[in-house]
């Protein structure tokens, strides 16, 4: 099914600004639409923006739409869709069935294969997948079906006529949604068949009221129906159920989930020998890809979707035309726009087709600076609609981005902001309506399904009635047709048993071949949802990256004040990381199956090192370090690579060597080797070598072996200088080994390392050519395996060993300090105290090295400062990261405390010496002196900070680590990240404990 925007029906153009989620589980419709008027409410923080601070920060200079620093759509989903694409062009996959049925020749088939062609006849014309008159396929089916007194085949073919109404251009919607609802009183048939295409229906229905949501929700339906079975009926509702689940999901922009689907539906229709409608498949893609904004990539898709067009024999028609204009366009190849439409306006002869192409074409004269034609454009556009009573609204922000492209030109900037605030209210509203629509529809749907749940239960309890009365009848006349055949069976034993023999040895052969068979289908759906979970938790994680970094963006370079600016680019930096943390662990999900695929194409490897050095140079202290890069003479201009990852590799390779080198030198030197060629592998391969070297630490020989093992790193103390999640190495070697190379690590420790990453490639202008795409292509041969494994650097036995010492520890330390008070390990209200049961009302002494240190008065007047009181405390903060200072500081100073911070023990303890403390919010893992050392060391040294209130604040929620905070003096301890409402109360907490124990020390 194509998506053509701005059109009427299912394929409405409300698409453009549909911020949407997939959902994959049908009963969590109501959760998912909170969250998503969650995301709502990101977007209209950004709206609510100053518009000529919107305008400035995400207006290009030349008028078209920005674009995210970092793409959130996953490198192997844009590799799948182009990977896709390619073999859909390759294989030929369209549809090539005639424009009338009598051209169909279905006269020379049996009658039930006959009966089979036209319902899937049938159902290709109802989803528009081929040119056949609807109506009269339809009636013919029904006939075949009437003749064939096939009671499936007529209530399918009833059921196709009901769609077929609500697709009708009668604009009467209550006879339309009565159609539908006839639809959904199928969707309880006993027979699984005509309830999976009644399902699949009723969502191509509830799309074209513009329930999408609703519409997924019931494909997803259909697809639970189908019985885990072999046989043609089974695949034949698996492609016709995943065929529309794939343009749900794309339709609602979820991308990962929609190209993985569109993969299933080509597989599968391969498999069956249907005829795929390949150029809807790639038509749907490249709408998907135009939302999520990348434009190159769906630039790359219209062009074989228009490749394909033109080989079809059927001529490119005008929405193929319209849809490669609008990618051109999209990717400001404005003057190639252009030229398209030119030819696509000279194929059009509907009027409605014609107004998109020309509001295109109105966009390419605009971004050319061709003013007045643009203008002229427009013109013709509204006469067209005018003459032939089109609705327009759906081009409304075509004309928008066509005027704002206009001010550009004109340098009118003005009108240029306010163009943009119109089309921020115009998304928000948009937004709103349809969220509330999808909110409406889901209520309704629920209310109808209890009400399907309940028909269905009481036609289920009638059934079965009747089935215990037939039972009943069935028993009697059983008993007497027993003894009649009795004499019967005797004779005929001997012959019965050689036949069961017979029958049983050929029911065992088949039993274990369907067994292997559904076995294989078993793997083939457990690696499949695995996929798709690894997918959608892709999609769920980057949804919300991208407000928190797009928004965090704008802040950072056009906030109201410096300190938002600072904050802001907190904020970019921490997500920034994440994505980046991300993108790592799933490539190593990815690798460890084996899944990870290279997409090559011509690069130019000095860019991508002049680029990667003058990132990273900034980063270094010229005066200490000096980093430079060579790149040997005969490195070709343009090799075979796969950019995005030898980019990563790189970026991988150097940062370490920034992070770990303090003085000397880091340099880059690239150059080409000899290699030893496969058989398989192209004749002019060579081996790409890339060396970064360094005179930093280096890495003992004990940690070399566990280098580029996932999450192990040289330095993992608590005291680590250096941060990092320990993935970067490990994904490189994979991406290494994956290209037929490998990444090998020369180092002394305290004087330096080399770390040379080698993989195959070719010249790009010797690479074979793809004759079918005219485009260079390159494949080689890994050399090893290229997985990765997850097996722990510690086994199972050492872990439980560490944690018996550790538990036989914690009890001699609790023996030894028995009459202390229990802290909680939480920050609660609630004290626990170890009560005498001789003495109940015993004040508990305090023997241990912290009492003896009475509080000093307050620094105003000579009143004391009670615990329940904020103002006025003088509060030290001993955390290394700055971004958590200034996020714990932000919530101190507004209550009225002093604070000061240290980067590790080291500073705090002289910061001490100088000044007195109320509380201490003391971080664990730090460099130079770490949370733990630092808080002994306060513990044992007598002096005004002895007995001061300390808090832990970790990342690490384990009971073990809480425990060792405890320990070593820590009163409470925080998990990170920290909560106002804890904070307050923690620090509350600890001030009363200590008054507490001060008043029983003065009465002991």
């Known amino acids: 099914m194509l998506l053509w925007p701005k059109s009427v029906g299912v394929r409405v153009g409300v698409l453009d600004n549909h911020r949407n989620l997939s959902i994959f589980n049908r009963a969590y419709g109501s959760l998912e639409a909170v969250f998503r008027l969650g995301l709502l409410a990101l977007f209209l923080g950004l709206s609510a923006m100053p518009v000529t601070l919107l305008a400035q920060a995400v207006t290009p200079a030349d008028g078209s739409d920005s674009r995210p620093v970092n793409s959130l759509v996953p490198a192997h989903t844009t590799e799948q869709a182009l990977r896709l694409a390619v073999k859909i062009e390759q294989s030929g996959l369209t549809v090539t069935t005639s424009s009338t049925i009598k051209a169909l020749g279905l006269d020379g088939f049996s009658q039930p294969h006959k009966l089979i062609l036209l319902r899937q006849y049938a159902m290709d014309a109802v989803f528009f997948r081929n040119k056949l008159p609807k109506q009269e396929i339809l009636d013919k089916y029904a006939e075949a079906a009437t003749h064939a007194k096939s009671e499936r085949d007529i209530k399918i073919a009833l059921i196709m006529d009901l769609q077929a109404q609500i697709f009708s251009q009668s604009t009467n919607q209550a006879d339309k949604k009565q159609a539908l609802a006839s639809i959904k009183s199928y969707t309880s048939d006993a027979d699984w068949f005509v309830a999976n295409r009644a399902y699949v229906l009723a969502a191509s229905g509830q799309a074209m009221f513009r329930q999408f949501d609703i519409g997924l929700k019931d494909a997803l339906s259909a697809l639970d129906l189908i019985p885990n079975k072999l046989g043609s009926d089974y695949d034949e509702a698996r492609y016709e159920t995943y065929d529309f689940i794939s343009y749900l999901q794309l339709i609602l922009n979820n991308l990962e989930d929609g190209v993985g689907t569109t993969e299933t539906v080509i597989e599968k229709g391969i498999r069956t020998k249907r005829q795929i409608d390949g150029i809807s498949l790639i038509n749907n893609l490249v709408y998907s890809f135009n939302y999520w904004r990348e434009y190159q990539t769906a630039e790359k898709l219209a062009e074989i979707m228009f490749r394909m067009s033109n080989k079809s024999g059927q001529g490119v028609n005008d929405l193929v035309y319209y849809r490669y204009a609008q990618a051109q366009n999209n990717a400001e190849y404005y003057q190639n726009a252009l030229n398209t439409i030119d030819k696509g306006l000279l194929h059009s002869n509907a009027p409605n087709r014609q107004i998109g192409l020309l509001s295109e074409r109105a966009v390419a004269l605009a971004g050319l600076g061709r003013v007045l034609e643009a203008n002229q454009a427009l013109l013709k556009f509204d006469k067209i609609a005018l003459d032939n009573s089109l609705k327009t609204g759906g081009y409304d922000e075509i004309k928008m981005r066509v005027h704002k492209l206009i001010a550009m030109a004109e340098g009118d900037m003005d009108t240029v902001a306010r163009l943009h605030a119109t089309r921020t209210k115009t998304i928000v509203q948009r937004l709103l309506r349809f969220q509330n629509e999808g909110i409406q529809g889901l209520h ?189 003479k005969d490195v070709p201009e343009k090799l075979m690579l796969d950019v995005k990852r030898v980019e990563l590799s790189l970026k991988n390779m150097v940062s370490n060597a920034v992070k770990f080198t303090k003085k000397g030198r880091i340099h880059i030197h690239v150059t080409m080797q000899d290699v030893i060629r496969h058989e398989d592998d192209d004749e002019n391969v060579q081996k790409l070598s890339i060396i970064v070297a360094d005179t930093g630490i280096g890495i003992s020989d004990e940690m070399k072996s566990n280098l580029f093992k996932p999450f192990v790193q040289a330095d993992s103390s608590m005291t680590r200088n250096y941060g990092g999640a320990g993935i970067g190495l490990t994904v490189t070697r994979g991406f290494a080994r994956l290209m037929g190379g490998d990444v090998v690590v020369t180092t002394k420790q305290g004087h330096g390392s080399e770390f040379a990453l080698s993989l195959k490639t070719v010249d790009a202008a010797l690479a074979k050519i793809e004759p079918d795409t005219n485009l260079p292509v390159f494949n080689c041969i890994p050399e090893m395996e290229h997985g990765i494994s997850f097996k722990p650097v510690v086994t199972l036995q050492e872990m439980e060993e560490r944690e018996r010492k550790f538990e036989e520890k914690r009890e001699r330390e609790i023996t030894a300090d028995s009459e202390q008070d229990i802290i909680p390990m939480t920050a609660a209200p609630f004290v626990y105290e170890l009560i005498n049961p001789k003495q109940k009302t015993k004040t508990i002494e305090i023997t241990n090295h912290r009492g003896g240190f009475s509080r000093r008065t307050a620094r105003s007047g000579d009143k004391t400062i009670t615990p329940d009181q904020l103002e006025g405390l003088n509060v030290l903060i001993v955390e290394d990261i700055l971004a958590n200072q200034e996020v714990v500081r932000s919530l101190l100073e507004p209550a009225g405390c002093t604070v000061s911070a240290a980067s590790n023990g080291m500073i705090a303890i002289e910061l001490m010496e100088n000044q007195v403390f109320d509380v201490i919010l003391m971080d664990i893992r730090m460099p130079i002196m770490d949370g733990i050392e630092t808080t002994k060391y306060i513990r044992e040294h007598e002096g005004p900070h002895q007995n001061v209130p300390i808090i832990a604040l970790t990342a690490d929620a384990s009971a073990e680590n809480n425990a060792v905070c405890l320990a070593v003096g820590a009163d409470v301890f925080l998990t990170k990240p920290v909560v106002v409402s804890e904070l307050f109360s923690s620090i509350r907490f600890v001030r009363e404990m200590k008054m507490r124990r001060t008043k029983e020390k003065l009465s002991a």
Request: charged share 25%; proline share 2%.
């Open 444 to 632: 309704a749907s629920l209310e109808n399904e209890k009400a399907r749940q309940k028909e269905r239960r009481e036609a289920l309890e009638e059934k079965a009635n009747l089935a215990l009365a037939k039972a009943a009848a069935n028993q009697r006349v059983a008993y007497v047709a027993g003894t009649l055949a009795l004499f019967m069976f005797i004779l005929a034993l001997v012959l019965m048993r050689l036949a069961l023999v017979r029958d049983r040895l050929a029911k065992s052969i088949k039993k274990v071949a369907d067994t292997l068979k559904l076995a294989k289908l078993a793997s083939e759906a457990g690696e499949r949802a695995k996929k798709q979970f690894l997918s959608v938790m892709s999609h769920e994680f980057r949804t919300p990256l991208n407000g928190i970094i797009g928004i965090a963006d704008i802040l950072s370079q056009h906030g109201a004040t410096k300190t938002l600016k600072d904050q802001s680019k907190i904020i970019l930096d921490s997500g920034e990381n994440l994505l980046e943390l991300l993108s790592g662990i799933l490539d190593m999900t990815y690798l460890e199956a084996g899944d990870l695929t290279a997409f090559t194409t011509p690069a130019d490897i000095r860019k991508i090192v002049a680029q990667t050095y003058e990132k990273w140079q900034p980063k270094t202290n010229p005066d200490n370090i000096s980093f430079t890069y060579g790149i040997a």
